[in-house]
């Protein structure tokens, strides 16, 4: 099963007001490892940045007056969710919005084009009831460092969502386990364990500079090094 992390940044708060998206961030986690395959863009939303949200996600009108509208990039944000199941903190909101995309362009909804929809935030409200369970409490309490996370932004933050989706999930059996198990008719259950055997292909040149380009982008919109850049230098230090 595929999964896609997604967030989406707006105008502002309330679709029914016409609010629109203006950035969506989505990252793969496949076999509950988080790939570098994602698809990231802003959006010009034809209309003004409320003043609220810009101090939420510092994106202002001038950064989105060149960037394509929703109908330019739907096909695109379609083509990379479609057939997988989505992790959005507070999904209503996301999906209220992305819903709001398409039926303007007469394309549906989004249920028309993936599999399902988890919602984290309702997931931490079980795991921790009566506690904080926006993402910055959920990384301080489950251990996933952002502090590279000063604004919000959609792509840094499906990132850290996935980390902490994996950090709530992390015990219970694997994914890829809960999919492949079966019970045989003495009632024990069996795993195929052949479909544990992931390949792990040396990545080319072509790959390590893109994914070098990726943690450049995510750097830049944190004004700061990202986790993953940080492991590396350790852990070259280290073998040195």
Not at 51 to 71: C, N, R, T, W
Not at 195 to 213: D, M, R, W
């Amino acid at each position: 099963m595929r999964y896609v992390v997604l967030d989406t940044e707006t105008t502002g708060l309330e679709v029914r007001q016409g609010h629109r998206i203006i950035e969506i961030g989505c990252i793969e986690v496949n076999g509950r490892q988080v790939t570098d395959h994602h698809f990231h863009q802003y959006i010009n939303p034809e209309r003004e940045v409320d003043e609220g949200a810009f101090q939420v996600h510092g994106i202002s009108d001038e950064m989105l007056a060149d960037k394509p509208k929703f109908k330019q990039i739907a096909k695109d944000f379609l083509d990379f969710v479609q057939g997988s199941t989505l992790i959005i903190h507070n999904a209503a909101f996301d999906i209220g919005f992305l819903d709001g995309e398409l039926e303007r362009l007469g394309m549906g909804k989004m249920a028309d084009y993936v599999d399902g929809v988890i919602d984290s935030l309702g997931m931490a409200r079980e795991m921790f009831p009566g506690k904080r369970n926006n993402l910055d409490a959920l990384c301080d309490r489950l251990g996933v460092n952002n502090a590279h996370r000063q604004l919000h932004g959609a792509l840094l933050d499906s990132q850290i969502l996935a980390e902490v989706y994996l950090a709530m999930t992390r015990g219970q059996d694997s994914l890829v386990i809960d999919l492949n198990a079966q019970h045989d008719d003495d009632g024990v259950e069996r795993i195929k364990l052949s479909a544990l055997n992931l390949p792990e292909p040396e990545p080319t040149e072509e790959e390590l500079a893109l994914h070098q380009a990726y943690l450049a982008d995510i750097e830049k919109a944190a004004k700061g090094p990202s986790v993953w850049s940080t492991i590396s230098q350790t852990t070259d230090e280290q073998a040195a």
